[in-house]
């Protein structure tokens, strides 16, 4: 049988494949991995790839606009190898497999062009001072200074510990020392000392994002803005709640606030550890931090009680923490390192989202985009180039995989996507750490519900239809329910199954989601089919189906391509402001100008979540992609 | 026989004394003090009382001069009352018992019209807060800045501890907190919170002056800028040695420095517990302080290494230290407090000099003024309202009673005062706290070397002529000696002397201060003898006998009348300071517009000390005065 020559982007691995071969075969064969949600069945549409030379057969472009196809896509599940082809696969196609390690955050970009001398507020550099003689006996701080002065620093502060220290390394370095400075946010001639060293150093800055769930660090060299190693953590105050609610509630107890302080230092102490055993890089090296993170996170980590965020009217304590000291906050950084967290919104609209807003780029463009973080809450940003609104909405934590019988969180052992045939109704999923499964996690949930409602399952309102042909549907203590895997397959010998409570408690979160959505959108005037863009964000975001989200009504029906996925934002906003002070001072004007919506002072989010209790919505005319699908397939 | 009505001021006493009565017999009728150094022979001049009405005959007026005679000057001893007469004390010649207590500072006027809502940087008052609601729902310091910019506060700085206690005390004090808050420096819109309370509260400072010897403080009401209280107490740091030197020596080894902070730490507390008794002012209600102190004392309290002041080429690691925060340097005052050092201007002109200098006012005169602070080290500033020299000379501590056989301190058993009859060679002395001596101390030896010079006891070398017809004079282990008190009258059973060692380390001594003046004066081409006023400042400076100090030539011959005694001009620096920005500017403005002559790298000081090494001087016609007593009485 005839063989062709296959050449794979961006790995660059060419490989021959006989004749009437799938694309997705050629791509196991190459060991790498592409989404393949439906199994195969060429109806998600999730498996496009860029097809380039004449040896390519499309049996089906299905989820293909004319454009696509123009552009060279085609579904490599629906593809046939006939001759010499080279297939790109997209990035945000490739699967990351996301057993919570620090390994998902592994490689990172420098985001911008990178000139530390214009944009880095921290700098080394050796400093030569006059020696002192009985002709010259100023004091050490005024030679010092006099010395930065000559270089351009008018304004400079020396704090007391090196003040305190400063004798004997001015001395033991032969009056040439190496100076660590931070420049002022808005000025170069404004500066603070962080060290004086006999020996030569490198400054080295660390991006953290403090999630609920977990906490990830990127360590950078800030000479050149690489970033040197990531590393990634369950935030150890998980053991005291596992959302944002109960940590606030467990704060207000005897020592609680000051556990909860220990347990996230922990975390971020085992992960300096863990950088320095990868990159030899010591913590006390680490000369200034960006902190990223939820209204409540960075209120536990600056030990500022979050009571007020939980209570009517919603205040927090504050949205604009000005730098701390490293030794203020008992941080095992260098203790003079300036720890920056970034600003918030509001109790619900955190320096996660308007890092996440300076990562997405949204405001470095005309296009109207709409910026989500999907997790506990909905946070979302509607906007373009010259304004903002925001709001948030209390999903519930049924995506996370609570308030739901067989729910779970994202680790292994659960049903990540799910796939239901249309006929037989027997689901095929995939299982994170390919482990018997042992529950659903959150994007299993969407990718299930979806599920369900295409191939009829479940009606527009969530109910199971018990009716069906198969041992799947059935009536359980909890109302109608499906049954995904049964008891043989599974880790704890238990069926695992979808309730009608299930579905109700996913049905409001997906509801109260969408009706931000609405909200943001009228409150300025505009229909959610203007969108240009949806750019999704967090580490839930990553691994959501955005098809199937779209299906239950969780996302807007909007064309394929103006979905992006852009991954931990947060982190990603800490690490752009971590190097650039423009891009610091960017995220205040993010806060600043930013427009918040209070739902719960607002009359039309009851009406607009309603609306939204539906599959996909009261209104299906707002999603008629999802409604050609459904009539189709139902 | 005929009695007179005789009135004494200031005290406003009235008494009845026999005709031929002395005003000092007057004077000790009505239980007053008055200063006798020759025990009312006559020949010192220092008990000059004011007489007005024509019932007192003058006796004697040596040591008076036209214009003093003019004004109603008597002295009290030469005195004798023959009519009705009113007797003024001046105040300065009231004698202070000076066992070293806190009473010696027991009241201070406040120095200038006080007008604290102009002057001082520290506020106390009630903010009214709008309450927060859906619509309204900023966090809580941003609410808290907004009603403070209202007030023209523009940029205000939260220090973390408040920003984690802000919540409570804003909703228990019902959105009406209690503000205090300190303004910058410089201006009136700039400010940083130091507390926020639920409850009414009155805004209290320190001025706390760190002495080598004696720790001194003020209490003072910021509000209307009153001295709550005083109190002063040994510096807990003389347990590892007596002066800066051994100090510095002593912080160099191995947790020396932290000792050293920690004792006068300890001291501080004494006094802040002291004050707390004694006015029911906590020590966390103080919210200011302004420490002064010499460069060494400042060193130590801010805990940085003093090493390098005590080497070529003597300089300090800070001369202008920041505000910082009492937390910073766990001082027991409000944690919030900022602690200010005044400046200094070098290794051992420091910050007790510039403060007093201030307090002196010789920056707001025309005259030429001399400013010396005699202790361990004479520091000197010369100088008008538009500029100032200064230097600082190592006097040894001959003056603090080391290096001298029965040297001591000024404490309980020290004598004082000694007078030697010019015929038999006797010595009266007087002894603090009248009981039997122990041994002498500085102004004690000044007194004595000044009356063995008088009477003839030594020649103008310093030896001590062993042909006299007395025995208090004799050979000795360590050369000719006089004894002052015989060991019947001791406390010991021992005869106090004074040996030729100890006539030649008090001379090395008076010698280096008045080389310092002579080369002040050289520097700018000014005469000694044109200084208009002498301002004596200092605790020890308080009880030099000035006549005597003149006739060894530690002090230069002037007028009586141009010496003013000032006491401790470092605590008033800083209590001025305290009270007044503008006061605290200035004493910056004093620190920078001195110039400092090192005089060891100065060629005119070494001759100077050598010419200095006669009594009064190799060159007695810089003395008129002592010369014409000199030659009279030997």
């Known amino acids: 049988m005839a063989s062709h020559?296959?050449?794979?982007?961006?790995?660059?691995?060419?490989?021959?494949?006989?004749?009437?071969?799938?694309?997705?075969?050629?791509?196991?064969?190459?060991?790498?991995?592409?989404?393949?949600?439906?199994?195969?069945?060429?109806?998600?549409?999730?498996?496009?790839?860029?097809v380039d030379g004449e040896g390519a057969r499309r049996r089906s472009t299905i989820r293909l606009s004319g454009k696509d196809i123009d552009s060279g896509f085609a579904l490599a599940c629906q593809t046939v190898i006939e001759g010499d082809v080279t297939i790109t696969i997209p990035e945000q196609e490739l699967i990351s497999r996301r057993l919570v390690t620090d390994k998902s955050a592994a490689k990172v970009e420098v985001p911008f062009v990178y000139d530390a001398e214009s944009m880095q507020s921290v700098r080394a550099f050796e400093l030569e001072l006059p020696e002192p003689s009985l002709d010259d006996n100023r004091d050490?701080?005024?030679?010092?200074?006099?010395?930065?002065?000559?270089?351009?620093?008018?304004?400079?502060?020396?704090?007391?510990?090196?003040?305190?220290?400063?004798?004997?390394?001015?001395?033991?370095?032969?009056?040439?020392?190496?100076?660590?400075?931070?420049?002022?946010?808005?000025?170069?001639?404004?500066?603070?000392?962080?060290?004086?060293?006999?020996?030569?150093?490198?400054?080295?800055?660390?991006?953290?994002?403090?999630g609920t769930t977990t906490v990830t660090t990127y360590l950078v060299d800030l000479e050149n803005g690489k970033v040197l190693n990531t590393a990634a953590e369950y935030n150890d105050q998980i053991a005291r709640g596992e959302d944002v609610i109960s940590r606030i509630i467990y704060a207000s107890k005897e020592d609680?606030?000051?556990?909860?302080?220990?347990?996230?230092?922990?975390?971020?102490?085992?992960?300096?550890?863990r950088l320095q055993r990868r990159t030899g890089v010591?913590?006390?090296?680490?000369?200034?931090?960006?902190?990223?993170?939820?209204?409540?996170?960075?209120?536990?980590?600056?030990?500022?009680?979050?009571?007020?965020?939980?209570?009517?009217?919603?205040?927090?304590?504050?949205?604009?923490?000005?730098?701390?000291?490293?030794?203020?906050?008992?941080?095992?950084?260098?203790?003079?390192?300036?720890?920056d967290c970034l600003p918030g919104v509001a109790s619900y609209v955190g320096a996660d989202i308007t890092a996440g807003v300076l990562a997405s780029g949204m405001k470095d463009k005309e296009d109207l985009t709409l910026?989500?973080?999907?997790?506990?809450?909905?946070?979302?940003?509607?906007?373009?180039?010259?304004?903002?609104?925001?709001?948030?909405?209390?999903?519930?934590?049924?995506?996370?995989?609570?308030?739901?019988?067989?729910?779970?969180?994202?680790?292994?052992?659960?049903?990540?996507?799910?796939?239901?045939?249309?006929?037989?109704f027997e689901p095929t999923y995939r299982v994170i750490g390919e482990v018997p499964p042992r529950g659903i996690c959150g994007s299993g949930l969407i990718s299930l519900l979806a599920e369900l409602f295409v191939t009829g399952v479940v009606d527009r309102s969530g109910n199971v239809k018990l009716d069906l042909d198969t041992p799947r549907v059935r009536?359980?203590?909890?109302?109608?329910?499906?049954?995904?895997?049964?008891?043989?397959?599974?880790?704890?010998?238990?069926?695992?199954?979808?309730?009608?409570?299930?579905?109700?408690?996913?049905?409001?979160?997906?509801?109260?989601?969408?009706?931000?959505?609405?909200?943001?959108?009228?409150s300025v005037g505009l229909d959610l089919a203007d969108v240009q863009r949806v750019l999704v964000g967090g580490a839930f975001g990553k691994y959501i189906n955005v098809e199937k989200a779209v299906q239950i009504g969780l996302l807007p029906d909007l064309p394929w391509d103006r979905f992006h996925f852009l991954g931990n934002t947060s982190v990603l906003g800490a690490y752009m402001a971590l190097l650039s002070r423009d891009a610091r001072n960017k995220v205040r004007e993010i806060a600043d100008g930013m427009t918040y919506i209070e739902l719960s002072a607002d009359n039309t989010f009851y009406d607009a979540f309603t609306a939204a209790m539906f599959l996909p919505h009261t209104n299906i005319s707002l999603f008629p992609n999802v409604a050609e699908v459904w009539e189709r397939e139902a």
């Open 256 to 273: 609680g606030l000051a556990d909860l302080g220990q347990r996230v230092r922990k975390t971020i102490s085992t992960l300096l550890e």
């Open 475 to 522: 009536e359980g203590e909890h109302g109608g329910e499906y049954v995904i895997a049964w008891s043989e397959e599974t880790e704890s010998g238990n069926d695992i199954v979808l309730t009608k409570v299930d579905v109700d408690n996913l049905m409001r979160a997906k509801a109260a989601i969408y009706a931000g959505f609405s909200v943001l959108a009228t």
């Open 282 to 339: 010591e913590p006390t090296d680490i000369y200034k931090v960006i902190v990223a993170g939820n209204t409540t996170m960075i209120h536990l980590f600056l030990q500022i009680p979050p009571a007020s965020i939980r209570l009517v009217p919603y205040v927090p304590a504050i949205n604009h923490p000005k730098r701390y000291l490293a030794s203020d906050l008992e941080l095992d950084v260098h203790p003079l390192a300036s720890v």
């Open 140 to 210: 050490d701080v005024s030679r010092t200074k006099t010395a930065l002065v000559a270089m351009g620093y008018e304004h400079i502060d020396i704090p007391l510990p090196l003040i305190q220290s400063m004798g004997d390394v001015l001395r033991q370095s032969n009056w040439s020392p190496w100076v660590i400075l931070e420049r002022s946010e808005d000025s170069n001639s404004s500066a603070r000392l962080i060290d004086l060293r006999k020996e030569p150093t490198r400054p080295v800055g660390l991006a953290l994002d403090i």
């Open 371 to 424: 910026f989500i973080d999907v997790g506990t809450n909905g946070e979302m940003v509607l906007g373009a180039k010259d304004w903002l609104v925001t709001c948030a909405c209390s999903a519930g934590p049924a995506f996370e995989g609570a308030g739901v019988l067989d729910g779970m969180r994202a680790t292994q052992g659960a049903i990540e996507e799910v796939w239901i045939h249309s006929e037989t």
């Open 5 to 50: 020559r296959v050449k794979l982007e961006p790995s660059n691995q060419t490989l021959e494949m006989p004749t009437g071969s799938l694309l997705t075969e050629a791509i196991r064969e190459a060991n790498l991995d592409i989404a393949q949600p439906c199994g195969g069945q060429g109806r998600c549409g999730r498996c496009a790839v860029i």
